[in-house]
């Protein structure tokens, strides 16, 4: 009942007006697909998230693929949300609070990051939801990382790789504590990677949108327990 309510209050005012998403660059209905599916996913992960009863509880949007009957042409879509649209982390590990309407950077909220954290744990380390962005608790367009990303056909799955920069500039929160979320000790060579982007660029964490160091492992160790 709780969740239902939850869905009610995430979804309201958005019922008469829907984004539709065109891709820039190329793309196929295929592609459209499998962002749709991993929203879905990204929802089954939230809803694990929320059963742990967080201080707040999180959403995704529902998507879908619109095709034009006279073009041909594919969107995604999903409900318009209005209010502030700020975007939390990324799929390589960006941390931050940007709001995507002023440009503004606002203080690291605890909760997206958290969320983040636990999806890895949840899922044995086989998985973990990224590139958290939307309106208050209420997400969309999500990247997951995957253990096996060659078998995922996502261009935004960067795998192993993935799953250390989320780490490397990850720092445990309130949330992560109550919910018992294990810190992840990085591997030797990623420590290295880590200490060599910091001589880099000072401001690396600062970044909109920080580069891959090139310097990806090969294999990871973690400790979930």
């Known amino acids: 009942e709780d969740r239902k309510q939850w869905r009610h209050l995430a979804q309201r005012n958005t019922q008469k007006r829907f984004a539709a998403k065109q891709y820039m660059g190329e793309s196929s209905q295929q592609d459209i697909l499998n962002d749709v599916m991993m929203q879905q996913e990204a929802k089954l992960l939230a809803d ?7 201080p707040k509880q999180v959403d995704f949007l529902d998507g879908w693929m619109l095709t034009l009957d006279d073009t041909g042409v594919c969107y995604f879509v999903e409900a318009f949300v209005p209010g502030d649209y700020k975007k939390h982390n990324n799929n390589a590990g960006y941390v931050g609070n940007s709001n995507m309407s002023t ?15 636990f999806t890895f744990v949840h899922s044995g380390g086989r998985q973990m939801c990224v590139d958290i962005q939307g309106v208050n608790e209420l997400f969309t367009d999500p990247q997951i990382h995957t253990l096996h990303n060659a078998d995922t056909n996502q261009k935004g799955d960067m795998g192993l790789h ?14 992560c504590r109550q919910l018992r979320l294990p810190p992840i000790p990085l591997h030797e060579n990623e420590l290295k990677a880590a200490a060599l982007l910091r001589r880099l660029s000072k401001s690396d964490e600062e970044s909109q949108a920080p580069k891959s160091s090139g310097l990806g492992v090969n294999s990871r160790q973690y400790a979930l327990q």
Not at 103 to 117: D, K, L
Not at 162 to 175: L, M, P, S
């Open 162 to 175: 993935g799953f250390g920069e989320f780490f490397r500039t990850h720092v445990c929160n309130n949330v």
């Open 48 to 54: 694990a998230f929320n059963s742990l009863h967080p």
């Open 103 to 117: 440009h503004a950077s606002e203080a690291v909220r605890s909760t997206p990051q958290a969320f983040s954290h």
